[in-house]
């Protein structure tokens, strides 16, 4: 049996976005897939990959161009094979407590690529984090890492386990 090709991609500004995507990646990497992590700005043709995971930091309640424009990029093969969205945001716990409803960008996009799913993630900004808002924020006492890899990877696993029981024996 052929094992599936998974695209993880993700915009993200400060790096919180890029350890969440190679999160997902690992995860669904020990499910046995074959996975490619990588920028969405760099994503310029996802007809090689059996399904598609895209994912964005949030600012200000909007998903990043990056994404956005991957999104738009490549919606005809996008429609023709499983697609997922996450976005990364709070800091603080709400992602971990109730489930957070995709920002209007995320759930236009959701719709515009009948995505399957989409969950929101916690984010992170620490004094790791650049620009200078972020280090303001952080020296304030605001801020610190809310991503939760066993959450992450819960979800990746929920996914793979989606994408075996589709597969034709």
């Known amino acids: 049996m052929k094992r599936q ?10 790096g919180a976005t890029v350890g969440i995507a190679e999160e997902i990646g690992r995860a669904l990497a020990e499910d046995g897939f074959d996975t490619d992590v990588v920028p969405a ?4 043709d996802v007809t090689q990959f059996d399904a598609v995971i895209l994912g964005s930091a949030l600012y200000a309640g909007h998903w990043q161009r990056s994404a956005l424009s991957c999104a738009d990029r490549n919606a005809e093969a996008l429609a023709h094979r499983p697609v997922w969205l996450f976005s990364s945001g709070p800091v603080d716990s709400s992602a971990e407590q109730h489930e957070i409803a995709p920002v209007p960008g995320a759930a236009e996009a959701m719709e515009g690529l009948h995505a399957r799913g989409h969950v929101t993630f916690g984010g992170s900004l620490t004094s790791e984090t650049s620009g200078w808002i972020a280090r303001t924020l952080v020296k304030h006492g605001k801020g610190g890492d809310f991503r939760n890899p066993e959450q992450i990877r819960s979800w990746a696993h929920e996914i793979g386990n989606e994408l075996r029981s589709q597969q034709p024996a």
Do not use: F, N
């Open 5 to 14: 090709k998974i695209l993880v991609a993700y915009g993200s500004k400060h």
């Open 41 to 44: 700005a760099d994503v310029q």
